[in-house]
């Protein structure tokens, strides 16, 4: 078992835990349009739809971090997810900017998302839509 794999089962564990993170932990939904065709005649662009899920502490604060996004404003939340459970299809997805994530049927929009050496975790930034 490799360094990634360790992280990942400890975090995964601890979100499964009632005295550690199982109350903080929520799952996400998003359905991302992506482009197929468009057809200049008409003028209609033709989408698919993606689909992907996951889970982790989705509504974390920048406010106390002492590195924010550039583009960050204080309603934004901070989402950390378990890179293994961000998935669509049994497939590891990465989430991309403009992703509409549904919470607690609420709507956020991904505004930025990186990754940490280990590559164990997504950091995403969320804004309400």
Same mark, same amino acid.
């Given at each position: 078992?490799?360094?990634r794999d360790e992280?990942?089962?400890?975090?995964?564990? @601890?979100?499964?835990?009632?005295?550690?993170?199982?109350? @903080?932990?929520?799952?996400?939904?998003?359905?991302?349009?992506?482009? !197929?065709?468009?057809?200049?005649?008409?003028?209609?662009?033709?989408?698919?739809?993606?689909?992907?899920?996951?889970?982790?502490?989705?509504?974390?604060? *920048?406010?106390?971090?002492?590195?924010?996004?550039?583009?960050?404003?204080?309603?934004?939340?901070?989402?950390?997810?378990?890179?293994?459970? %961000?998935?669509?299809?049994?497939?590891? !997805?990465? +989430?991309?900017?403009?992703?509409e994530w549904l919470?607690?049927s609420e709507y956020?929009?991904?505004?930025?998302?990186?990754?940490? +050496?280990?590559?164990?975790? *997504?950091?995403?930034?969320?804004?309400? %839509?």
């Amino acid at each position: 078992m490799g360094l990634r794999d360790e992280i990942q089962a400890d975090i995964a564990d @601890a979100f499964d835990q009632e005295d550690e993170l199982l109350d @903080a932990v929520d799952t996400f939904t998003c359905t991302r349009k992506v482009f !197929v065709s468009s057809n200049p005649a008409t003028g209609e662009d033709v989408y698919s739809e993606f689909v992907y899920s996951g889970r982790g502490v989705l509504f974390g604060s *920048w406010e106390k971090d002492l590195v924010r996004p550039s583009d960050y404003l204080a309603s934004d939340a901070k989402a950390v997810l378990l890179r293994n459970e %961000v998935l669509s299809g049994g497939i590891e !997805v990465e +989430p991309q900017v403009n992703d509409e994530w549904l919470i607690n049927s609420e709507y956020y929009r991904v505004v930025s998302y990186g990754s940490e +050496p280990s590559k164990s975790v *997504w950091t995403v930034q969320l804004r309400r %839509v």
